[in-house]
């Protein structure tokens, strides 16, 4: 009997010592799934990564600052879209998004440019110089109210209101128009008018182009080939 208790006890004994081990067990294995799930994963990541630098390296250089642009371009259409169906003015909408930072930086970047991109016509000339004479007035709150007294109703005149011939220009507006005229006739005298053609000059050329192309020839070789001309002329060249 005495022999049956000791077995009875080593076998309780070593059931927790088997279960004990194979709770380690399943625990490495556990540890090492995780481990190898975690370095699968890091190298799937990896590749993705090489991949990504690798079709950035043969895009173009200045890949993002289209892809910048074209992003913007989408997002006003879309803007443009909604203030459409919406039935507002888009460009009402975009001022009121606008700081006065941003107003003011893109005032600087105007005030740098030079609008003046020499004669293309008359119709844009005469825009330039309305544009620039535009920017010269000054508001005379002054003289508004005072006008506004004068005329009363018909300040603000309708159909039935006859102010033709009424206005009587002021002595500095009628000053800063002839310093204005002074101004342009002096600044045409000044632009490149075309040369007259000289009859008793030499003919060396066959076309209008050519004779442009000859007279930029001889002003920057006409020094060195002044005396073979001679020569050739006098018909003593060698």
């Known amino acids: ?38 370095r699968n994963e890091a190298r799937k990541l990896n590749h993705q990564e090489v991949a990504e630098e690798d079709k950035r390296l043969k895009l173009p250089a200045n890949w993002e600052a289209k892809k910048a642009r074209l992003e913007w371009e989408l997002t006003e259409d879309q803007k443009k879209k909604d203030c459409a169906e919406r039935g507002e003015d888009y460009d009402r909408v975009k001022l009121l998004d ?71 220009p002021t002595k500095e507006g009628i000053d800063r128009m002839v310093e204005d005229v002074e101004k342009q006739i002096e600044k045409r005298a000044k632009y490149s008018r075309r040369r007259a053609y000289n009859d008793d000059a030499d003919i060396d050329y066959i076309n209008e182009r050519n004779a442009k192309f000859n007279k930029k020839a001889e002003r920057f070789y006409g020094k060195y080939t002044a005396e073979i001309k001679q020569n050739l002329e006098r018909g003593t060249a060698v």
């Not at 003011?104 to 970047?109: L, N």
């Not at 119709?123 to 109210?145: F, N, S, V, W």
């Not at 506004?148 to 209101?161: A, I, L, Q, V």
């Open 98 to 168: 606008i700081t006065a930072d941003d107003a003011e930086r893109w005032e600087r970047k105007k005030k740098k440019k030079n609008p003046d991109t020499g004669f293309a016509g008359y119709a844009e000339a005469q825009l330039r110089q309305y544009q620039r004479l535009t920017k010269q007035i000054r508001p005379d709150m002054e003289g508004y109210e005072k006008q506004r007294e004068k005329y009363g109703e018909d300040f603000h005149p309708t159909s039935n209101s006859l102010i033709h011939g009424t206005h009587v």
């Open 1 to 38: 009997m005495a022999s049956c208790g000791q077995e009875a006890a080593t076998v309780t004994e070593e059931e927790p010592t088997e279960t004990a081990a194979s709770q380690k067990r399943e625990e490495r294995l556990r540890k090492f799934r995780e481990l190898h799930f975690k």
